[in-house]
């Protein structure tokens, strides 16, 4: 082992100090200021000009009703407060009716969009729906989901309804497993210019 004596020790010292604060001095973290950033939100509207509506008469309905049914049932019978339990809907491979129509009142064609909220009380395990022209009578299985859950779901149908024309919509429950239960959920109907 050597050792140095005199001015070599002190400037091989005073090179080792200077790099080790040079490498402290670039491990500090650097501040910046962000008084440059700006948060964004946006949103589309979607028309409300389609209307929900007997299935006959142009009657505008402000409540559908599922029979009660046993746990785990599924409920395809549906009716409307025009319509009445007397004139529910039916599933069947050439007479078939739906438990309402939409009715398209704006002046150009929109892409219809359904949106649930939550089923109160857990009555609901999931809920279907079928949107069809009108003149189809031919729906015997309801089977575009709405809602995989009973919860809350928004969901785009892909069926455009034209300027005054209608489209026959179709809906299906899956009770839960609960028993003695009821259960309320609002349906909301939209249109989106395509």
Do not use: C
């Not at 409920?75 to 007397?86: E, F, L, M, Q």
Request: hydrophobic share 45%; no cysteine.
């Amino acid at each position: 082992m050597k050792i140095y004596k005199g001015k070599k020790v002190e400037r091989k010292i005073l090179t080792l100090a200077g790099i080790l604060v040079l490498a402290a001095v670039l491990i500090v973290p650097m501040v910046v200021s962000a008084t440059n950033v700006a948060t964004q939100s946006a949103s589309s509207a979607q028309a409300t000009t389609i209307t929900v509506v007997g299935k006959v008469a142009d009657t505008a309905i402000t409540t559908i009703t599922f029979p009660q049914g046993a746990p785990s049932a599924t409920v395809s019978v549906p009716y409307n407060d025009i319509d009445t339990v007397s004139d529910a809907q039916v599933l069947h491979a050439t007479t078939s009716e739906p438990v309402v129509r939409l009715k398209n009142t704006s002046a150009g064609s929109l892409k219809v969009w359904l949106s649930i909220t939550t089923w109160a009380n857990g009555v609901a395990a999931s809920e279907d729906f079928e949107l069809v022209p009108v003149a189809t009578t031919t729906i015997t299985v309801v089977d575009d989901v709405l809602s995989t859950n009973g919860n809350a779901a928004t969901v785009d149908t892909t069926k455009t309804i034209a300027a005054a024309a209608y489209n026959a919509l179709y809906l299906e429950l899956v009770l839960s497993a609960s028993a003695g239960k009821t259960g309320t959920s609002t349906l909301t109907v939209l249109g989106e210019t395509p």
